[in-house]
Structures are given as structure tokens and as C-alpha cells.
């Protein structure tokens, strides 16, 4: 049972233009969401991360939005650039906040 | 820092065999997490450990999988035995604050069995 998913295995985008990557979770009960961004051949490294008593978070180039009704959300980054292109992942955590659930991962893919 | 550390990086071995990754997490983190990174699965949670005492192991896929903490500076992840739909890639990462907030990665151990 995937709690939280990345529907979108993987996203191609010119540079210069806005990247989109969404993710959906089930569990009513997550109040904490994370973004990883992850390059070949490393560890995953944490991108931004947004609370439930917010619908918007932003940094730099890089917002994320949360639709808790929907129990939806997604990273905005504007504008993309080639250095962008890696997987992401998703991933929420409840109140009680000892471990992390994560998505499968959207590999972005960014054009020169 | 040195961050996380893993090894090996890499790991070939046959059906059957033990295999032992190790882990030595950010000096001063209480919490230290093993992940296993699949195409299929995305990355699973396997255990995750606080204060060197494993917390929750449901993510442990069978009793072949064992881990261990022996002290703050040092954990292995140990396979025995070993088989083909274990090849994966298997991170360690560590953190202050449980796993709610950011978790610092290591570079993974990318483990093919044949």
C-alpha cells in the first residue's frame, strides 16, 4: 500500500521554463511533507520541505504547494536549469514524526 | 563534517552468500535510517534506529535481513543469505531530530547479487 505517490515516473522540460512535479498521499494523518532531490551516484539531499498549516512554501527558485483537501502537492521550480535534472522524491511524515514515507521518485529531465 | 558513510559502494556477489553494508552516521545524530532504493518500490523505509536501539523494523522484507547499532558511530545492515531480488540499492542516512525533518543520506551501497 503506497501511502504517498509520484504518478509520474518521469517529466521533460526545456530550460528555462517551469517544472512541475506533483505527488499524492492517502494517510489523513501526514502533516509534515519533504522534497529530496537525488544525482546519480549519491545520496538524496534535502530540498524543502512545507508544515500543514501552510499551503505554500518558497525558496529561491523552488515552491511547493500543498492541497491538503485534496491531499495533494508539488514542487515548483522556475525557472529550470540543465543542474535541475535528477529524481525527486516525496515524502511525509505524521505527528509523531520518528520516520519518513516516501514516493517512488520522478526523474526530471531538463533540456539545453 | 565527512556526512554519512557507506561501504562498500559497491557489492557483487552470488546467491547464497552473506553480505554485511556498513554505515558510520553524522557524529552527534541520535536517529540513523537504512532505505533500500528499488525501480519498483521507490525507496523503503527497512529500520530505523534511536539512540542505537532499533525502533521499528517492519520494513525488514524477511528474516534473511538483520541489523545491528553497537554503538553511536557505527551500523550494519547484514543479508544472509543473499539472493537475486535483493539487488538494490541500500542507503543509510542519519538525523537530530527523528525522521520527520531532513535526513542526511550516504552515497549508498549499490548490491548486485547473481
Known amino acids: 500500500d503506497q501511502q504517498v505517490k509520484q504518478n509520474s515516473p518521469s517529466l521533460s522540460v526545456q530550460e528555462g521554463r517551469i517544472s512541475i512535479l506533483n505527488c499524492d498521499y492517502t494517510?489523513?494523518?501526514?502533516?509534515?511533507f519533504l522534497w529530496y532531490k537525488k544525482y546519480p551516484a549519491e545520496g538524496p539531499t534535502f530540498l524543502i520541505s512545507i508544515s500543514s498549516i501552510k499551503d505554500k512554501n518558497e525558496d529561491g527558485r523552488f515552491t511547493v504547494f500543498l492541497n491538503k483537501s485534496a491531499k495533494h502537492l508539488s514542487l515548483h521550480i522556475v525557472p529550470s536549469q540543465p543542474g535541475d535534472s535528477a529524481v525527486y522524491f516525496c515524502?511525509?511524515?505524521?505527528?509523531?514524526?520518528?520516520?519518513?514515507?516516501f514516493g517512488a521518485g520522478t526523474r526530471l529531465f531538463v533540456k539545453a | 563534517d565527512a556526512g554519512v558513510i557507506q561501504s562498500p559502494r559497491h557489492e557483487v556477489t552470488e546467491m547464497g552468500q552473506e553480505v554485511t553494508l556498513r554505515c558510520k552516521p553524522i557524529?552527534?545524530?541520535?536517529?540513523l535510517f537504512w532505505y533500500r532504493q528499488t525501480m519498483m518500490r521507490g525507496l523503503e523505509l527497512l529500520i530505523y534506529f534511536n539512540n542505537n536501539v532499533p525502533i521499528d523494523d517492519s520494513g525488514m522484507p524477511e528474516d534473511r535481513f538483520s541489523a545491528k547499532m553497537p554503538n553511536a558511530s557505527f551500523s550494519t545492515l547484514k543479508i544472509q543469505p543473499s539472493e537475486p531480488r535483493d539487488s538494490a540499492v541500500y542507503f543509510c542516512?542519519?538525523?537530530?531530530?527523528?525522521?520527520?525533518?531532513?535526513?542526511?543520506f550516504g552515497p549508498g551501497t549499490r548490491l548486485t547479487v547473481t
Open positions: 515524502a511525509a511524515s505524521d505527528d509523531r514524526g520518528f520516520k519518513t514515507i
Open positions: 542516512a542519519s538525523s537530530r531530530d527523528g525522521g520527520r525533518y531532513e535526513q542526511y
Open positions: 557524529s552527534g545524530h541520535d536517529y
Open positions: 494517510n489523513s494523518m501526514f502533516d509534515y
